[in-house]
């Protein structure tokens, strides 16, 4: 079940730390770009630092927050992931504790992936506006063996820039509605 969930969590940040291999854009403030721009700045870190990231993932843990926390908005990610009902049902504190978890988890994930599949390839399909919202589809080869895979990232310009707004809730929804918030949280947080 764990290994499931991370599959599902896999599935959403992988294509971001892999648009490094993609093709350039010209619009400087599109948010291909902005994805972009942080793949490149992970992935040239990687390249000089992989030996030490290797053995001590930890090291990486800061640099992964540093780039890539300003293009995910956590704050509608935990609505979309609580659900609507849960959200106002649930404690400022707890909320804030979910945030947190979430976003340490995140972290640590991105971080591990991208030293494992540095040499992985994302092509983006298309890209289109809509309602506010701009959605980039891109397909991802991680080569090893494993068949590539497609994404669909939903990003909505904020006040600063364009960010990611992809939910996570169809793999912590169940889970949350199931066992309860400070279940999954306690989850989160022990998995640090």
Known sequence: MKKFK????????????????SASFANKDAPEDIILSAANNLFSDVEKNKKIYEE???????????????IIDFDVLIKSIIGKNNYKNTSDDLRNRFKIALKNQLIRIYAKTIV????????????????????????????????PFQVIYVMKKSSENWKIVESLRKSLLPEIEEKGIEFVISRLESES
Do not use: H, M
Not at 6 to 21: E, R, S, T
């Open 56 to 70: 001590d993932i930890s090291a990486f843990y800061e640099r992964v927050d540093n780039v890539l926390s300003p």
């Open 6 to 21: 991370i599959q599902k969590i896999l599935i959403f940040v992988l294509p971001i730390i892999f648009l490094a291999n």
């Open 116 to 147: 494992e599949y540095s040499n992985s390839n994302i092509k983006i399909i298309s890209t289109s506006e809509t309602k506010g919202f701009y959605l980039v589809k891109t397909e991802l080869s991680l080569g090893k063996g494993k068949p």
